[in-house]
């Protein structure tokens, strides 16, 4: 499994997280967080180590303004790689395996999610209707 498919599902389930949801549900993704949280430290550790060398400012929507192209595509270049790193043996234990976690669909009504999300999911999370 790649870096990249971590990071995308820790957002997704980041999202979710921040959802009423029933307590089944709820401590189901929370335990999968929990699991997926080395890779989602390792990543922003990096990500930091890459902006304090590059020195971007923010700008008021919260972009990246780098000084130069060359900054720019270099930090575009490095968190390619990172991302496709291969998350087990690196930022996972040896032999790690994702355990899917099953909602039903009944206990996501209300809950907004986009469809990026639910494929960012795909391998993660599997929605049961009933």
């Given at each position: 499994m790649k870096q990249v498919q971590i990071i995308k599902a820790m957002q997704a389930l980041n999202n979710l997280a921040a959802q009423a949801l029933p307590i089944k549900s709820a401590c189901a993704i929370h335990r999968l967080r929990v699991q997926l949280r080395?890779?989602?430290?390792?990543?922003?550790?990096?990500e930091d180590?890459?902006?304090g060398k590059l020195k971007p400012t923010i700008d008021p929507d919260g972009n990246l303004d780098f000084k130069t192209p060359e900054?720019?595509?270099?930090?575009?270049?490095?968190?390619k790689e990172l991302g496709a790193m291969?998350?087990?043996?690196?930022?996972?234990?040896?032999?790690?395996?994702?355990?899917?976690?099953?909602?039903?669909?009944?206990?996501?009504?209300?809950?907004?999610?986009?469809?990026?999300?639910?494929?960012?999911?795909?391998?993660?999370?599997?929605?049961?209707e009933e």
């Open positions: 080395p890779a989602w430290d390792f990543q922003q550790e990096e180590k890459l902006l900054d720019a595509q270099k930090y575009r270049e490095l968190l291969d998350a087990e043996g690196n930022t996972l234990p040896e032999g790690f395996t994702i355990q899917p976690v099953t909602l039903p669909l009944r206990a996501m009504d209300g809950i907004q999610i986009t469809a990026n999300e639910v494929e960012a999911l795909e391998g993660f999370v599997t929605f049961m």
